[in-house]
């Protein structure tokens, strides 16, 4: 496969979950972020697909762009998430599912596409 899907808080996870399950995209070639794991279901929190980066909320970033931004700045440049070494070695480009009203969702997209497209990886968001 030549493209990723990253679910990017909780509206991109529930969305990019529900593109797995209906066979539209494979597991190895999906990333899930968020500053929570609560809505995550069972079977998927254990796997390698969760990228989990810490708020100062507690429970998530409360529909707080700016605090989701924060959050995957602060994992970003503390090493904690690395998406570089995220990406498979085939990717062409990677698909960002997320919404326009939360906090991590929205917070974190814009950072995370800049640093895609600096590794000259197209987004479409």
Same mark, same amino acid.
């Given at each position: 496969?030549?493209?990723?899907?990253?679910?990017?808080?909780?509206?991109?996870?529930?969305?990019?979950?529900?593109?797995?399950?209906?066979?539209?995209?494979?597991?190895?070639?999906?990333?899930?972020?968020?500053?929570?794991?609560?809505?995550?279901?069972?079977?998927?929190?254990?796997?390698?697909?969760?990228? =989990?980066?810490?708020?100062?909320?507690?429970?998530?970033?409360?529909?707080?762009?700016?605090?989701?931004?924060?959050?995957?700045?602060?994992?970003?440049?503390?090493?904690?998430?690395?998406?570089?070494?995220?990406?498979?070695?085939?990717?062409?480009?990677?698909?960002?599912?997320?919404?326009?009203?939360?906090?991590?969702?929205?917070?974190?997209? =814009?950072?995370?596409?800049?640093?895609?497209?600096?590794?000259?990886? =197209?987004?479409?968001?």
């Amino acid at each position: 496969m030549e493209l990723e899907v990253f679910g990017i808080g909780a509206a991109g996870n529930k969305a990019v979950i529900k593109a797995v399950e209906e066979g539209a995209v494979g597991k190895d070639y999906v990333k899930l972020f968020n500053t929570t794991v609560k809505d995550i279901p069972e079977e998927y929190k254990s796997t390698d697909m969760v990228i =989990p980066f810490t708020s100062s909320v507690l429970g998530g970033c409360g529909k707080e762009p700016k605090e989701g931004r924060k959050a995957i700045e602060n994992a970003m440049n503390s090493g904690d998430v690395n998406i570089a070494e995220l990406i498979h070695p085939n990717t062409k480009e990677v698909i960002l599912v997320t919404s326009t009203e939360g906090g991590s969702g929205s917070g974190a997209t =814009p950072y995370i596409a800049k640093k895609l497209i600096a590794l000259n990886i =197209p987004v479409h968001i």
